[in-house]
């Protein structure tokens, strides 16, 4: 029930593309979904967080889709470029302020 | 400081010796978290800080984590008798109540 469940595993697409990775939940005291962006030897980086009572939210390139009634949440990456090349977390905290992190995506944007 | 300062970068033990990592959390920040980061990039939380007191460790193995936050000095996480499974890169992260996690770039920690 504390589980997030992130896919796919790995993802490559073209420059200009659209990047979407999905993530569902279970627990239903979830209250806040960030999605983390890491490169290789950082630590993760906050790139957009969303609450649950608003259905999307868009910064930039980057957009959060949250689906309430079926657990689920994406990140979607419009124009995907080589430099968003990482590996991006969600993840959910519950009222005990402890995060959930699903198990990451590791995106390829080709040039 | 503005970042999560974790110190050292790289740390070598051989299997049964003492490991002690650092971190130094945002000034004004009252939360720490350490998380175990392990080679298919699953985030274990190990324990929570607020202030100096814990507020969350159902994640440490007790029997030889131990961590601590004390007033004016960086926050530790040793671990006694250090395990082969024990390599992992340790992420520091540091909060206010509310407010998005920051991360320190971690320490990569080797057993050999």
């Known amino acids: 029930q504390q589980q997030v469940k992130q896919s796919p595993q790995s993802l490559i697409v073209q420059k200009g593309g659209i990047s979407i990775i999905n993530c569902a939940y279970e627990n239903t005291a979830f209250d806040y979904f960030p999605w983390y962006q890491q490169f290789p030897g950082k630590g993760p980086a906050l790139l957009i967080a969303i609450r649950p009572d608003v259905s999307e939210k868009k910064e930039g390139r980057f957009t959060i889709s949250f689906n309430k009634s079926a657990k689920q949440f994406s990140l979607h990456i419009m124009d995907s470029q080589p430099g968003d090349s990482a590996t991006y977390f969600c993840?959910?905290?519950?009222?005990?302020?402890?995060?959930?992190f699903g198990t990451g995506t590791r995106l390829k944007v080709l040039a | 400081g503005e970042e999560v300062a974790q110190t050292p970068k790289h740390l070598v033990r051989g299997e049964g010796q003492k490991a002690k990592l650092y971190c130094a959390p945002i000034?004004?920040?009252?939360?720490v978290f350490w998380y175990q980061q392990v080679l298919k990039n699953e985030f274990k939380f190990l324990i929570s800080?607020?202030?100096?007191?814990?507020?969350?460790e159902t994640g440490m193995p007790k029997e030889r984590f131990s961590a601590k936050c004390l007033p004016n000095s960086p926050c530790s996480l040793e671990i006694q008798a250090t395990k082969l499974e024990d390599s992992a890169v340790y992420f520091c992260?540091?909060?206010?109540?509310?407010?998005?996690?920051?991360f320190g770039n971690g320490t990569r920690l080797t057993v050999t």
């Open positions: 993840a959910a905290k519950p009222g005990t302020y402890k995060y959930i």
């Open positions: 992260a540091s909060s206010q109540w509310s407010s998005p996690l920051h």
């Open positions: 800080f607020q202030n100096e007191n814990v507020f969350d």
């Open positions: 000034k004004g920040h009252s939360y």
